[in-house]
């Protein structure tokens, strides 16, 4: 199903740009988004990487959108919900020493709309023992409190082989 409203949408834009019209999602014109949108993103991206690498998962949650809507998919399935995915992040990272130091790396912000929009970069955690990395998809939505993240899409890069000897 999601398929065909993909192949609608492009359809759309399709014959928008054949007649020199802009034609946006569900064939209304494209709403123009903010000029500050990127750099308000970049910013709650920023807070976040501060609040990890000082071991606060609470305030890194404040990037997402506090709902029971939100979603955060990875290789171990989806997790719905803000406060689920809280209590996996807690889980998972239970201390500063499992969090390591968290950096973002060929972050592009991709505006959709006037509320909406997407991130796409890498990530890379520095630990004692391990430096996992990968890439990730964010989607943002515009809300009275400003962007929150609504969908996380993470996907780790597999783990070096150990070295054999």
């Not at 996907?155 to 070295?163: D, E, I, R, V």
Request: proline content about 6%.
């Amino acid at each position: 199903m999601f398929w065909r409203i993909q192949i609608a949408a492009i359809a759309l834009l399709a014959a928008g740009a054949a007649i020199g019209t802009p034609i946006g999602l569900w064939g209304l014109p494209p709403a123009q988004p903010r000029p500050d949108a990127e750099a308000e993103i970049r910013a709650v991206l920023s807070a976040q990487v501060e609040a990890w690498n000082r071991g606060d998962v609470a305030a890194f949650m404040q990037g997402y959108w506090k709902s029971d809507s939100t979603e955060f998919v990875s290789a171990r399935g989806v997790t719905q919900g803000w406060q689920a995915l809280f209590d996996r992040y807690r889980q998972v990272y239970p201390d500063q020493k499992a969090m390591g130091q968290l950096s973002f790396a060929n972050l592009q912000i991709h505006a959709v709309c006037a509320d909406a929009a997407y991130a796409v970069g890498e990530f890379r955690l520095v630990r004692e023992k391990d430096q996992p990395a990968g890439v990730f998809t964010l989607y943002f939505r515009k809300f009275d409190m400003g962007w929150r993240i609504v969908v996380d899409h993470t996907t780790a890069f597999p783990a070096p082989a150990a070295p054999q000897g």
